[in-house]
């Protein structure tokens, strides 16, 4: 078992090191909480505000496209745009003047083609039935989304509308677009691509679906026509969305970035505060195992202080003991002193009268002188063992603990205070119930609480019955597993209730100035709970009470 300087020397070490760890941690955790939300925050704003003014990009190069086809119609007269040669100038035009730009086409009212420049032969196809021409006629001018169309490859028509249902159309060179669109970049892995309303892709996406395949974070998308930031599973990880509406909100710019990349400014926080944390410890670390070694020390002395007061203490109680018996050890030392004054006399008597007779001793006188001798070294025996029990229970000795057989000890330990029974008349049964187990004890300690329980309880009978009608017992039996019970019954006058409760409080005592110090019961209670024991009290005023003490059984073997 740890003595108690080295357990307070590890809690001192404990608290020292939780008490500012713990506020520490709880600070650290609740900042890496805010941080996080700060630059997690801070990462949507970024990307929104990337995201708008590449989307403000975007649509300023479609509406320019737009802006050259009502720019064509405005300088151009219909039989000039129906013309092919005058055509394949305004193509090469546009072409020196703006990138992006695949072919030019003027459909009539009917829906027809009648006139087309570029690199394929779509002269004469009938348009009637196209949707991005219906809404040309219907807005005055439209971005188609990406189609295949005649030419079956992936392209996508800007259209503008004359006065008299005319429409000019071309064709936007998809992988310039695309480019526009890709040039936005954010981090390693960020990307930006556009999908439609639908969600399918109108541009490329990096390491995902290709052209006109259905983007599958689509479902994410809102519907709204402001820029929304999402965080979603992107299968590797999570991905940060921003979404913001292009093309008069037919189309959406998707910004995404993998959340990883977006914080990672979290991630070097992070690392220092660690490393300020690790630094923190090795700083605490020793400092605190320093101050608990000297706080131990300082237990150390003071405990040993302590012990050594107790020591004292418990002495100055056998003492006291020895004081309230004294009267008992004169009687039973005066009593083989009055035998060997008796044997004397009767000595002197047979010494005189064979000496005037002048004659040897016979064999009577012999005999009779040998009985004497006999009886004086009996007598001598009993005065010597009253006075080593004196002696033995008022020496101070070192702690020892022993195996103690309870029939033989308690029959031991009362003999020292029968007599004092016995002269007050107090009818004292003294015993053990068979199979009591042995205890393991310090035989001093356990006889000192014995002692002072029996003539505590010696003087609660004389204040109740005087010297006769008193009923004293002392007996072991087997307790609980593990257990046994000495019980200190008497029938004297009892506590109150107030009275049991403190009892065991040092210096409280019931008894006049100059008969007690209040000691005796709690040096009791402090020498038990040392052997690994308990007392408790059971009284009731005015009918007596009942001391039990619970000691561990010695082990068997």
């Known amino acids: 078992m740890l003595s108690f300087h080295t357990q307070a020397r590890r809690l001192v070490f404990l608290g020292m ?17 805010t941080m996080s939300k700060i630059i997690r925050h801070a990462a949507q704003a970024q990307m929104e505000r990337i995201a708008e003014d590449h989307a403000t990009i975007i649509d300023l190069f479609l509406d320019e496209r737009l802006g050259d086809l009502h720019f064509v119609l405005d300088a151009y007269s219909k039989a000039e745009l129906t013309d092919q040669a005058k055509l394949d100038g305004v193509l090469e035009k546009l072409q020196r003047l703006e990138t992006g730009v695949q072919d030019l086409g003027f459909i009539t009212p009917n829906g027809v083609q009648k006139a087309y420049a570029g690199p394929f032969d779509l002269r004469g196809k009938d348009y009637g039935d196209c949707d991005w021409r219906n809404q040309a006629l219907d807005k005055g001018a439209f971005v188609s989304d990406v189609y295949l169309g005649y030419r079956d490859q992936p392209h996508f028509t800007a259209a503008a509308r004359d006065n008299g249902g005319d429409v000019l159309r071309s064709t936007i060179d998809s992988d310039a677009f695309g480019r526009l669109v890709e040039s936005l970049r954010l981090g390693r892995r960020g990307q930006a691509y556009v999908v439609n309303s639908r969600g399918v892709l ?4 990096r390491n995902g679906p290709g052209l006109l395949e259905e983007d599958p974070a689509a479902k994410l998308y809102p519907a709204s026509g402001q820029t929304v930031s999402v965080t979603a599973d992107a299968g590797q990880g999570e991905d940060l969305f921003t979404v913001t509406p292009i093309n008069h909100g037919r189309w959406r710019l998707v910004v995404r970035q993998p959340l990883g990349d977006a914080v990672g400014e979290l991630s070097t926080l992070r690392l220092y505060t660690l490393a300020v944390l690790v630094f923190g410890g090795v700083l605490v670390i020793p400092s605190a195992l320093l101050l608990s070694r000297r706080v131990g020390n300082m237990l150390g002395v003071a405990e040993r202080r302590s012990r050594e007061l ?11 003991e020895l004081g309230t018996m004294t009267a008992g050890f004169a009687h039973e030392i005066n009593n083989p002193l009055q035998v060997m004054s008796s044997d004397i006399s009767l000595l002197e008597m047979v010494l005189n009268d064979t000496t005037l007779a002048g004659q040897p001793a016979g064999d009577a006188e ?17 005065c010597a063992q009253i006075t080593q029990a004196i002696l033995k229970f008022g020496r101070r000795e070192q702690t020892r603990e022993e195996t103690i057989h309870l029939g033989t000890y308690l029959e031991e330990a009362a003999a020292m205070v029968r007599r004092k029974a016995q002269v007050y008349g107090v009818n004292f049964n003294v015993g053990a119930a068979p199979q009591t187990p042995d205890v393991h004890a310090d035989p001093g300690k356990l006889q000192q609480v014995i002692l002072n329980l029996v003539n505590n309880a010696i003087h609660a009978i004389v204040e109740r019955h005087g010297s006769e009608g008193g009923e004293l017992e002392l007996r072991a039996e087997p307790g609980r ?12 006058s009892g506590m109150s209730t107030d009275t049991m409760s403190m009892i065991f409080t040092p210096f409280f005592t019931t008894k006049p100035s100059d008969q007690g110090t209040g000691l005796g019961l709690s040096l009791c209670y402090g020498l038990v709970e040392s052997m690994g024991g308990s007392i408790q009290v059971d009284s009731k005023l005015g009918e007596g009470t009942e001391f039990v003490i619970r000691l561990p059984a010695a082990a068997k073997g």
């Open 17 to 33: 090191i939780l008490v500012p760890v713990l506020p520490i941690l709880v600070i650290m955790l609740l900042g890496d909480w």
């Open 366 to 382: 012999k005999d009779e002188l040998r009985e004497v001798v006999q009886q004086l070294r009996l007598q001598i025996g009993r």
């Open 202 to 205: 109108q541009t490329r996406s």
């Open 481 to 492: 597993a593990g257990e046994v019970l000495i019980r200190v019954r008497d029938n004297g």
């Open 310 to 320: 107790e020591d004292q203490l418990a002495r100055a109680a056998r003492l006291a």
